[in-house]
C-alpha cells in the first residue's frame, strides 16, 4: 500500500471548519484513500473514503485533488468531540488490510 | 444494527499463559481483521479472516492465531504470552473484503 503523510497535530476552534491534509504522491490507480479516527483509547472510527471523485457525507467531505497525490479531509463545523487522532490510508481494492500511519492529532478548542 | 463486539474489554494475564479474545461482527458482514495497538509500533494488522479461511498476516510470530467460525465470529488466541504483547487488540469487521471495516472497541490486555 501506498505511504501517506499527515501533519503531527493541528488545532481548530470548534464552530469552524477542520481541514486534515494528507499526501499520497506515491498512489496507485486502483487504491482507495480511507479516513479514520481514533478518540482516545476507542476503536477507530469509519468516516469516508474516495478513488478520485471527491466524496460527502454526514460526518465529512473528502477532496482529492486531480493527480490523487494528496487529500484533504474537511470536518464543516467541529465540535469539541471531533477531537481525535485521524488517520488518512490508502488501500488496494481488493482485501481488507488496513496500513495505518501516526495520524494528525486534531485538538478543536473552545 | 448492532456493532462490533470484544469480549472481554479488560483482561490481565501472567507471563508465560495463553489468552483467548473473542470478536463478534457486525450482523451481515463476512470479513474479519485483528490488529493491534500499542504506544511504540501504534496500530498493526495481524490478520484477516473471510469465510472461515485465514486471507492475509501481518508480521507476528506464530504465538498469534485465529480463526473465524461459520457464523463468522471470529477468536484470536496468542501463547506463552509476554510482557511486550500488552496491548489494545481490535477486530474490525466489513460486508466483503474490499469494503470499508468498521472497528470495534477493543479488548486491553496487560500482561504481568
Known amino acids: 500500500d501506498a505511504k501517506t503523510t499527515q501533519p503531527p497535530s493541528m488545532d481548530c476552534a470548534e464552530g469552524r471548519a477542520a481541514n486534515l491534509p494528507c499526501n499520497h504522491s506515491?498512489?496507485?490507480?486502483?487504491?482507495?484513500v480511507y479516513w479514520y479516527r481514533q478518540i482516545h483509547s476507542q476503536g477507530p472510527q469509519y468516516i469516508i473514503h474516495g478513488l478520485k471523485n471527491n466524496e460527502t457525507n454526514e460526518m465529512a467531505s473528502l477532496i482529492i485533488t486531480e493527480d490523487r497525490k494528496s487529500s484533504t479531509l474537511i470536518l464543516p463545523h467541529a465540535t469539541l468531540r471531533d477531537t481525535a487522532v485521524y488517520y488518512c490510508i490508502v488501500r488496494v481494492a481488493s482485501g481488507s488490510r488496513l496500513t495505518f500511519g501516526e495520524g494528525t492529532q486534531l485538538t478543536v478548542n473552545p | 444494527k448492532a456493532g462490533v463486539t470484544q469480549t472481554p474489554r479488560y483482561l490481565i494475564k501472567t507471563r508465560g499463559q495463553q489468552v483467548t479474545l473473542s470478536c463478534s461482527p457486525i450482523s451481515g458482514h463476512r470479513s474479519v481483521s485483528w490488529y493491534q495497538q500499542t504506544p511504540g509500533q501504534g496500530l498493526q494488522f495481524l490478520f484477516e479472516?473471510?469465510?472461515?479461511?485465514?486471507?492475509n498476516k501481518g508480521n507476528f510470530p506464530g504465538r498469534f492465531s485465529g480463526r473465524q467460525f461459520s457464523n463468522s465470529r471470529s477468536e484470536m488466541n496468542v501463547s506463552t504470552l509476554e510482557l511486550g504483547d500488552s496491548a489494545l487488540y481490535l477486530c474490525?469487521?466489513?460486508?466483503?473484503?474490499?469494503?470499508?471495516?468498521?472497528f470495534g472497541q477493543g479488548t486491553r490486555l496487560t500482561v504481568v
Open positions: 506515491t498512489i496507485s490507480g486502483n487504491e482507495y
Open positions: 479472516y473471510f469465510s472461515e479461511t485465514q486471507r
Open positions: 474490525a469487521s466489513s460486508l466483503e473484503r474490499d469494503a470499508e471495516a468498521f
